[in-house]
């Protein structure tokens, strides 16, 4: 199950263009790593309902004004979370809950 939830994941990066060519690093650039995180999702009688996996970048080692300029989080804060339910409930509008494999990949399309 991890293979194809792995699987799912590249196949994802692929569609979105996400990986480019190789490329040698320079001497003196320090490369950023990267690992798996695994997670089982389990319904509420602790049945597993789906594998997940997302790859991470290491990034406890950049250094700010010297490998990156900006730091970007896709996480809403709590005071935007609170208008749109205000939004919804004003208006009498239906949320949906949607399970989206690669939200993240899509920001700029």
Same mark, same amino acid.
């Given at each position: 199950?991890?293979?194809?939830?792995?699987?799912?994941?590249?196949?994802?990066?692929?569609?979105?263009?996400?990986? /480019?060519?190789?490329?040698?690093?320079?001497? /003196?650039?320090?490369?950023?790593? %990267?690992?798996?995180?695994?997670?089982?999702?389990?319904?509420?009688?602790?049945?597993?309902?789906? %594998?997940?996996?997302?790859?991470?970048?290491?990034?406890?080692?950049?250094?700010?004004?010297?490998?990156?300029?900006?730091? %970007?989080?896709?996480?809403?804060?709590?005071?935007?979370?609170?208008?749109?339910? /205000?939004?919804?409930?004003?208006?009498?509008?239906? +949320?949906?809950?949607?399970?989206?494999?690669?939200?993240?990949?899509? +920001?700029?399309?």
């Amino acid at each position: 199950m991890w293979l194809e939830a792995i699987q799912t994941k590249l196949n994802s990066f692929v569609k979105c263009k996400v990986f /480019g060519h190789v490329i040698h690093t320079p001497k /003196g650039v320090m490369v950023v790593g %990267y690992k798996w995180v695994f997670v089982r999702k389990q319904n509420k009688n602790n049945e597993i309902v789906q %594998y997940n996996t997302w790859l991470v970048a290491q990034d406890f080692s950049r250094r700010p004004d010297i490998d990156y300029e900006k730091n %970007y989080s896709l996480v809403m804060n709590a005071i935007t979370f609170i208008f749109f339910i /205000g939004l919804v409930v004003s208006k009498t509008l239906n +949320i949906y809950l949607m399970d989206v494999v690669t939200t993240y990949l899509y +920001i700029d399309h």
